[in-house]
């Protein structure tokens, strides 16, 4: 069942002004893990903005929870429904200590007091931060904000998180970090997730890849069907994933590997496996 809907899409920033899409369809499953991936200006960060509302259609349509984002009585239930986190942490949290600023939302929602303590604390363990509750949010790593601001979204207790390039702006541990969440969110609370993404090596831990361009449907698959295809995301300003690069090459100089490998795991067993055919043939 779809919880995101789109359908024949069409969206300017400005009126006469270029169509960032222009007949656009997409769904979005509830309970899925998606990655949406393409180049500077290829839509995937409206696209993440039309979903939760915050932009809405020149024509078409955008459904959530089977609720229209152009239906102004519905929007609050739609934006409860997504919560959003964004590439800067900083933008999102908006008090000084850690509790306090998960806090926020329950509060603002007329919670009593009680609800909004196990709320807090649950949110908290969640993404591992309940040791930081007393914390000042300003002392914590760009990761560490980040886990805060999932917990502050968490709260509202949405059906579905949208990650807008929400690991651009950390380190690669902090990027591990919130991918691991990601992935714990989806596959133990069942929440729909999507990520947009530019960092390939995180769209492959998704259970489906989208691939934009200039506002259209590219491609569109599992991380191992779409990473398949090196050639034509090359084509529109892409990489595939590191290992997955490797063994391409590999493969070209000759060496009879399988192809679609997008983990290191697994790129040492097929390794592995192709030295055994390879002494067996001997």
């Not at 959003?84 to 007329?110: K, R, T, Y």
């Not at 968490?154 to 390039?165: H, T």
């Amino acid at each position: 069942m779809p919880f995101i809907e789109i359908k024949d899409l069409v969206f300017a920033y400005d009126e006469g002004g270029r169509k960032i899409f222009d007949g656009f369809n997409l769904n979005i499953e509830k309970g899925s893990y998606t990655a949406i991936i393409g180049h500077n200006g290829s839509g995937k960060s409206t696209l993440a903005k039309l979903f939760c509302g915050i932009l809405l259609p020149d024509e078409g349509e955008v459904k959530v929870n089977g609720m229209s984002t152009a239906d102004e009585e519905k929007l609050y239930e739609i934006r409860k429904s997504c919560g959003m986190i964004f590439q800067n942490p900083d933008n999102q949290l908006v008090a000084s200590v850690v509790e306090e600023d998960v806090a926020f939302a329950p509060e603002n929602l007329g919670i009593p007091p009680k609800e909004i303590r196990e709320i807090v604390d649950k949110t908290l363990k969640t993404v591992g931060m309940e040791e930081y509750k007393l914390h000042a949010t300003h002392k914590l790593s760009g990761g560490q904000k980040q886990r805060v601001a999932i917990a502050g979204v968490l709260a509202m207790m949405p059906e579905c998180i949208i990650f807008d390039e929400a690991t651009a702006m950390l380190d690669p541990q902090g990027r591990r970090e919130i991918a691991k969440t990601m992935r714990e969110l989806n596959r133990d609370k069942g929440i729909t997730v999507v990520t947009i993404t530019h960092y390939m090596n995180e769209a492959v831990e998704a259970d489906r890849v989208v691939v934009l361009n200039e506002g259209r449907l590219f491609l569109d698959g599992t991380p191992r069907e779409v990473f398949s295809k090196g050639e034509e995301l090359r084509s529109v300003g892409l990489a595939t994933p590191q290992i997955t690069e490797l063994f391409d090459l590999l493969r070209a100089d000759g060496y009879n590997l399988e192809d679609g490998i997008l983990h290191t795991m697994d790129a040492a067993d097929e390794i592995e496996a192709y030295l055994g055919r390879k002494n067996s043939a001997k």
